[in-house]
C-alpha cells in the first residue's frame, strides 16, 4: 500500500462520534480541506481528516501518476479510514465525490457526503454539458488534462472553481496548488458508465451541490441523488469549489448540521 499524506485535525475535548475523513478532487490534494473545512470542524468538536490519494500532495506515486486508475483511490480511502479511530463519515468533492460511492458499496461506513460530485454514471453528459455552457472553460479544462497545470490560463480556472465573489487574488493563491491528473482515472469515469457502482440502499447520504456550479450543474445533481435514493441540497451563491469559496462556512455549517441529525442521531 502507497504511504499517503493525511492531514488531520482534532478538537481540544473530547471529540463527537463518528470522526470525518474528507477526499478530495481532481487536480487537487488533501490541502484544498485544510485551508478552511478541517480547522472549522475540529473547532465544532469532530475529529477532521482528509487524505491525500495515491499521486497527489505529499501522497507516494507522483512519478507513477498516469497509471493508477479510480479503484486505486477507493483503496486509499479504505485505506486512511483504517486507520481512524472508528468507521467515519467519508465527504467527497467532484471526483472524490464518485470514490466516496465506489467505497461506501465496499465497507459499511457511518455515512457519506457528496459535493458537487461527479454522478455514478460518469463524466459523458456534464463533459458535454459544459461545451455548451461555457466553451472557454471546456477548451482549458482540455488543456489542463492534456497538458498540465502550466498550460492554462488561470481565469479559467477561477471561473471553473468558484463562483464571481470570488477575489481573484485569492482564487490565484489556490490555483498555485493544482496539479495533474491521472490519465487512466479520467478514462476510467469520463464516458458514460452503463452499470454505476451505488452505495447499498439505507446508508445515510447527503447529496449537496452548488447553484453557480459550471461542471455539475443543478440538472446533474439532481440526478446524482435519484440515483442514490435522497433528495440533493444546493447551496446558493456557491461555485464549484465549496469548501473555498467566500461563504464556506455556510457549507461546513450545513454538513455539520446533517452529521449531527442524521448519522450521529442514527448511532444514538
Known sequence: MPSLEIISRRPAGTPKA??????????????????KFLPWFAAHGWEAHAVSLRGHGNSEGRDRLHGFGIADYVEDVLQAADGLSAPPVLIGHSMGGMVVQRALARRRFAGG???ASAPPYGLWSSTMGLAWRSPYVFQQMAMLTSFGEKAIDPEAIRRAMFSDKMPREEAAKYEAYLQEESCRVLLDIGGWIPFPVLPPRGTPLMVMGAEEDLLFPRAEVIATAMMLGTQPVFMPGMGHAMMLEQDWQSVAGRIGQWVSATVMAEAG
Do not use: K, Q, T
Open 18 to 35: 463518528p470522526p470525518l475523513l474528507f477526499v478530495h478532487g481532481a487536480f487537487s490534494g488533501a490541502w484544498i480541506w485544510d485551508a
Open 113 to 115: 457526503v457528496l459535493m
